[in-house]
């Protein structure tokens, strides 16, 4: 099982320039998501998608941009790239969740770090 | 909102001990989820053990636990006989509090342990 698939592992960007974090699972999961992480702080919510056609901002999306044609896939856009994106990118999938107290985690691609200079 | 604290940056323990991770939570809803992940130097995320806000017991995985204080709004990770590959990040978070989806994560605490 491949479970959440992120590529690039690694990219350097120019100020300014934009690119697409691909995010893949093959896990039929519905819910999808994207956190960022700094470097010594927790992860924060960008965008997440609880189904095909349908997606939500999080705490931090300016900047970015995300769509979701299908159930497996969750890319992420960057458009005019800026230091301050520089970090690591999670992507996660998990279950259908009917209620808060849902035992169902996310599972976690294993990252994209991104370098803006 | 929902919120997560973990107040210990960093901790030490020596190898084949018990280490207790804080984490305390805030939220109004009745109905919420609390994780724990590790996160090795490696970079991946890798889902330890969970409890629900309506569970009666502590939940075990291992040599995992979780010290499930409702009435404090605390959920703590015990990790019980250290090993060496112990040694990472690790981060509680909640789901709840207005969102059934997402999950709040907190800023974590590293973990070393000490052959």
């Known amino acids: 099982n491949a479970g959440v698939t992120q590529t690039p592992k690694f990219r350097i960007l120019k100020i300014g320039q934009s690119m697409t974090l691909q995010c893949a699972q093959d896990?039929?999961?519905?819910?999808m998501y994207w956190y960022r992480q700094d470097p010594g702080m927790g992860l924060k919510l960008i965008y997440y998608?609880?189904?095909?056609?349908?997606?939500d901002k999080g705490e931090v999306p300016n900047g970015y941009n995300v769509s979701r044609s299908t159930t497996e896939d969750f890319p992420l856009r960057l458009e005019l790239a800026a230091p301050s994106q520089t970090s690591v990118y999670f992507c996660?999938?998990?279950?259908?969740?009917?209620?808060?107290?849902?035992?169902?985690?996310?599972?976690f691609g294993n990252g994209t770090r991104l370098t803006v200079t | 909102a929902q919120k997560i604290t973990q107040t210990q940056p960093g901790m030490f323990v020596q190898e084949k001990e018990a280490v207790t991770l804080d984490c305390t939570y805030d939220?109004?809803?009745?109905?919420?989820?609390l994780f724990w992940y590790k996160q090795p130097s490696s970079g991946e995320m890798i889902f330890l053990i969970y409890?629900?806000?309506?569970?009666?017991q502590n939940a075990t995985e291992g040599r995992y636990s979780l010290n499930f204080q409702k009435a404090r709004k605390s959920a703590n990770l015990v990790i019980s006989a250290s090993q060496l590959g112990d040694s990472a990040m690790y981060f509680c978070?909640?789901?709840?509090?207005?969102?059934?989806?997402?999950?709040?994560f907190g800023k974590g605490t590293l973990l070393t342990v000490n052959p």
């Open positions: 896990m039929n999961h519905n819910y």
């Open positions: 998608s609880v189904g095909a056609g349908i997606t």
């Open positions: 978070a909640m789901r709840g509090g207005g969102s059934n989806y997402k999950l709040t």
């Open positions: 409890q629900g806000s309506y569970d009666q």
């Open positions: 939220t109004s809803d009745p109905s919420y989820g």
């Open positions: 996660a999938s998990s279950f259908s969740v009917r209620v808060a107290a849902s035992n169902s985690p996310l599972h």
